[in-house]
């Protein structure tokens, strides 16, 4: 060991005369402690809800949707076979997307229909985690009805509802809601038109975790839903899985030069652009709020240091005249400073880590569903930005030491031992 480092360590071991130094250096660590720990949960709390929601909505929406600039795409199957044979497609399904109203006994609401392929959803889309318990083919449909149990002739067909839209209808499973279509219809004598209206049969609930879409959506079959709408064979788009979801936008590119101009497509990102740049700033303000936080520790570990400086002036002189350089001085109420930094951001660390297990493993922070996009608060630690609190700390700690080790190496050993 360096005699410069086995001074640094003694200097921290105060004697029982100089325990205020020792107190203040106790505060300074748990000070970068304290910072390393609120940036880390933080920070793991922000990727964690970027993380859970993006699972959330991929989990309900395709990577790329599809679609022709005439509204209505028919020979759908034509065009799936296209896109398939696109490279790095993986699977596709048609889809039909309309906003209708929903009446159960005096209760109504608004809500989105889709239109899906009992069969071919499953592989785009992983609608079966959100309706728990449901098989998708109690849809109906005739492409379904060859695989799924039959129901009694004249039944009507099932739909699966939001959770939260069910509890507002007051429908659930077993019960029976009209769909009113704002297509079709009758004529009145005084030219008005009667909206279309349809029996369902509610099968199963969505529970996808988000609240805005729990209480929108319904799911019918494809069948159904061009029935109701009066599309014919036609359905609004083509929904499309990919292999690698950070590569739509390439992707979608190729997929036109596919298709041609007569159709458009728009893929996750660009329908949540709003959502996640929003949740990526916010993460880098609240990355920059909590380095203050670390600020206010280096100027402790600068008090601390220049307190030792004062405390050690007669030991800096003998040591200068026993042959010790400058920048020796400087290094050994450097190495004080780095310590103290070294032991804070350590500490910090597991202890951040601690609390982002507990917060992962009992969920005992409870969010409103309303209001937030998820009920638990989430928890993802990366080691990247591990890495990034663990360097700011260590170089806010370093640059504290400066300033006092400059002073302290700059000590006229004459003037600090004339008078002893």
């Not at 005699?3 to 205020?20: D, G």
């Not at 609608?127 to 005739?142: F, I, Y």
């Not at 429908?171 to 009113?180: L, M, Q």
């Not at 988000?210 to 788009?237: C, N, P, R, W």
Request: glycine share 8%; with cysteine.
């Amino acid at each position: 060991m360096s005699f410069e480092r086995f001074i640094s360590f003694r200097y921290l071991r105060a004697k029982r005369k100089q325990a205020f130094i020792s107190i203040i250096t106790f505060i300074s660590i748990a000070g970068v402690m304290l910072g390393v720990m609120a940036m880390m949960v933080v920070l793991a709390v922000m990727t964690g809800f970027g993380t859970d929601i993006k699972s959330k909505i991929l989990g309900t929406n395709a990577h790329i949707r599809v679609m022709s600039r005439s509204g209505e795409l028919g020979q759908y199957e034509e065009v799936m076979k296209k896109i398939e044979a696109v490279e790095g497609v993986t699977a596709t399904a048609p889809f039909i997307h309309s906003q209708i109203m929903l009446r159960c006994g005096s209760q109504v609401s608004g809500a989105i229909l889709r239109g899906i392929d009992p069969l071919r959803a499953g592989r785009v889309v992983d609608l079966e985690k959100s309706v728990k318990g449901t098989d998708l083919r109690a849809l109906g449909g005739a492409t379904s009805f060859h695989t799924h149990k039959k129901e009694r002739p004249g039944a009507p067909p099932g739909i699966i509802l939001g959770k939260e839209l069910s509890r507002l209808l007051m429908a659930y499973p077993g019960d029976e809601v009209y769909v009113v279509s704002p297509f079709g219809g009758s004529l009145t004598p005084f030219g008005g038109r009667i909206p279309y209206m349809k029996k369902f049969k509610v099968v199963g609930l969505f529970d996808s975790g988000m609240y805005d879409y729990d209480t929108s959506f319904s799911y019918v079959s494809i069948e159904s839903a061009q029935g109701l709408l009066k599309l014919g064979k036609s359905v609004h788009g083509i929904e499309v899985k990919v292999d690698d979801i950070y590569s739509v936008d390439k992707i979608s590119k190729s997929i036109l030069e596919r298709l041609g101009h007569a159709y458009w497509t728009q893929d996750w990102m660009q329908m949540n652009k709003n959502f996640f740049s929003a949740l990526k700033l916010e993460k880098a303000v609240m990355f920059i709020i909590l380095v203050l936080i670390i600020l206010v520790a280096a100027f402790n570990i600068i008090s601390t240091l220049i307190m030792m400086v004062m405390e050690k002036n007669k030991d800096i002189a003998i040591l200068k005249s026993m042959g010790a350089s400058s920048k020796s001085i400087m290094k050994i109420f450097m190495l004080n400073g780095l310590i103290i930094g070294v032991v804070g951001t350590t500490l910090g660390i597991i202890g951040g880590s601690v609390v982002c297990f507990l917060l992962k493993r009992y969920e005992f922070v409870k969010l409103p569903s309303d209001v937030y996009y998820i009920s638990t608060l989430p928890v993802k630690v990366q080691m990247g930005d591990v890495a990034l609190i663990a360097l700011c700390a260590l170089a806010i700690s370093f640059l504290a030491t400066i300033y006092p080790s400059y002073q302290a190496s700059r000590l006229d050993p004459a003037a600090a031992i004339r008078y002893e």
